[in-house]
């Protein structure tokens, strides 16, 4: 992890042409964060799809810290991501675990807010996203694994929309990693 292979620059120019054809729209939209845009990028069309969960496993693998056991993320966007990664880290002889984060903590059973195996407090877990505005998801997820006693040292995204994100996570201590910015898309 962390030195790119030889295909990295490959996966990366074929995810985003699947995210241009797949994921890209242009016009009038408001965003989760509540904020109005032009532009619209809903990454689950490429990210449930064999090929495109393929390549952004392979490229976050590239990313991410060696030193995380670990990758999260909020459900439902990160649910594929988290998969992927795990899954592709496993076929490469490299051991992650899981953690599903749940918006709203189960009313029944457990009442568990994380899904997954049970890891040692201080596990250092990174966090995986779909696209990162003003990091507000990101900082959920982040709040809600420091509160269960891990440690979270970076965000994996695949898009940056460069709207605040980057700066509302380094103020967590926090690094943003990602795979493309707004600027590859227009």
């Given at each position: ?25 242009k ?67 490299l ?6 984060i ?12 994380l ?7 201080g596990?250092?877990v ?10 507000g ?21 695949i ?28």
């Amino acid at each position: 992890m962390n030195n790119f292979s030889q295909n990295y620059y490959l996966y990366k120019k074929n995810l985003l042409k699947l995210l241009i054809e797949k994921s890209y729209k242009k016009g009038n939209f408001t965003l989760a964060s509540g904020k109005q845009s032009a532009h619209y990028l809903n990454c689950k069309p490429v990210s449930l799809n064999g090929i495109g969960l393929q390549l952004i496993s392979n490229l976050f693998l590239e990313l991410i810290d060696s030193s995380s056991k670990a990758v999260a993320g909020l459900t439902l966007g990160a649910d594929p991501l988290v998969s992927g990664v795990i899954v592709t880290a496993a076929s490469k002889g490299l051991l992650l675990d899981a953690l599903i984060i749940r918006k709203e903590v189960k009313e029944y059973g457990t009442k568990a807010g994380l899904e997954g195996p049970i890891l040692k407090e201080g596990t250092i877990v990174t966090v995986l996203e779909d696209v990162v505005t003003t990091a507000g998801s990101a900082i959920k997820a982040i709040n809600k694994l420091r509160e269960n006693n891990f440690m979270v040292k970076e965000v994996l995204s695949i898009v940056d929309r460069k709207e605040g994100g980057y700066e509302a996570l380094k103020e967590q201590n926090i690094q943003l990693k990602s795979l493309f910015s707004i600027e590859d898309f227009i």
